[in-house]
């Protein structure tokens, strides 16, 4: 839990000023950059961690306060966020956002227009950036200080895009929360709204004082943790989760890594272990449309705890294959699917006491999950992960197979609204 009331609270601040102020005035722009890669080792999250990027069109109503608010227009943007959060929750667990960083890039017309008529500078003033979490207590957290938050002389330089980076030291900012888990259900973090007060400043004296509130447009939705279990447990904050690999996505887009716990019966035993899903996905989709999962890849991951189990039950090394990785649809179709495909291979390896046992799935290269599709009638596609399916061999010995439940309480890797 360190960090949660960290160094790094001015940075966030400023950040999310920089980001709101962007909101407000311009629209952003991203491209997707795909993995070439299945998921390197040192990029799996710890189990039980969510980690992602996204990219969130809102929409910012644009009013001129010193005229009786009247609203000059509507102008759309994109908020590109990243930050981790836990894959699933016990009734009454406290819990926070962590890793939290962003940005904005503008187009070259915003300061070029900006400079023509002599606006060189904005001063931004943060209200509101109020991050929500759906079924959790509180239900919405606004992260700027009491009384707003300045941030003067933000430059305008013509011709070249503004690409805002936040927080602006190239750090994280503060954990959000605690939030707390309710007794069932599913929980929803999400980005809420923006309220940001902004001046234009000219050289010649000109100061004109507009103000920004920014409401998400289609899948406002970070990501969707399922309540289960025992109640209580420790608060959850993860930390030290490798982000930097992360690169922009399109509008309405996520790309994430997810690690989720199972359980595995072998050899008749339970053992746990955790597996890792990354993908490029939509943040919603279209009646008639589909759900596709690109440049999608994953890990199986033995912690050491169970390293250390099947060293005391005699053994010295781990191969065989995985043959399945089932995920189940609610409101979409197919409602269970097996995204891996084929049989993808374990290679032999030595376990080692104390050390946890990561193994790419596939080997190489990434895989096109779907599509999935919205039934008739349906509000949302929710896509959760099910049981799995593997063929181990020991030491060289005959395969014997490990059968992994479906996660309780669920994992969910998206759950997407259906939009017109």
Request: hydrophobic share 40%; proline share 10%; with cysteine.
């Amino acid at each position: 839990m360190s960090g949660i009331r960290g160094r790094s609270r001015s940075g966030l601040r400023k950040a999310v000023a920089a980001a709101a102020v962007a909101a407000g005035v311009a629209a952003g722009t991203w491209a997707i950059m795909p993995a070439a890669q299945a998921i390197p080792v040192d990029e799996v999250p710890p189990i039980g961690a969510d980690s992602g990027r996204f990219a969130l069109p809102i929409s910012c109503a644009i009013t001129l306060p010193e005229f009786g608010d009247i609203k000059v227009l509507d102008l759309p943007t994109t908020v590109d966020i990243q930050g981790v959060a836990p894959t699933q929750l016990r009734p009454g667990q406290q819990f926070y956002l962590t890793q939290g960083k962003g940005g904005m890039i503008f187009p070259e017309f915003l300061p070029t227009l900006a400079g023509l008529v002599g606006i060189g500078k904005v001063d931004a003033n943060l209200i509101e950036m109020n991050i929500g979490a759906k079924n959790a207590s509180p239900s919405v957290i606004n992260i700027s200080p009491e009384g707003g938050l300045l941030l003067p002389d933000i430059p305008l330089e013509m011709g070249k895009k503004l690409d805002v980076r936040v927080p602006q030291d190239g750090g994280v900012f503060d954990d959000i929360g605690p939030y707390t888990a309710p007794s069932d259900g599913v929980v929803t973090l999400q980005f809420d709204s923006a309220l940001v007060d902004i001046t234009l400043k000219a050289d010649w004296g000109l100061r004109l004082k507009v103000k920004a509130v920014c409401l998400p447009v289609a899948g406002n939705a970070l990501l969707s943790m399922a309540v289960g279990g025992e109640p209580g447990g420790e608060p959850l904050a993860f930390h030290g989760v490798p982000m930097d690999h992360y690169q922009p996505v399109e509008a309405n887009n996520q790309v994430g890594i997810i690690n989720s716990p199972y359980k595995c019966t072998i050899l008749g035993s339970p053992f746990d272990v955790g597996i890792a899903v990354g993908a490029n996905t939509p943040l919603s989709v279209k009646k008639g449309g589909q759900i596709v999962f690109t440049n999608a890849s994953g890990a199986l991951v033995i912690p050491k705890a169970t390293v250390d189990e099947l060293i005391g039950a005699g053994f010295e090394r781990i191969s065989g294959t995985v043959n399945a990785l089932n995920l189940n649809a609610e409101g979409g179709s197919p409602k269970v699917s097996n995204v891996l495909g084929s049989s993808f291979p374990i290679p032999e390896t030595t376990l080692v006491s104390g050390q946890d046992i990561t193994i790419p799935l596939p080997p190489e290269g990434t895989l096109t999950a779907g599509p999935w599709r919205p039934d008739p009638g349906s509000s949302h596609v929710k896509l959760s992960l099910g049981t799995a399916e593997a063929d181990l061999v020991f030491d060289g010995g005959a395969p014997t197979k490990a059968s992994c439940a479906t996660p309780s309480p669920e994992v969910i890797l998206l759950d997407a609204p259906v939009t017109n």
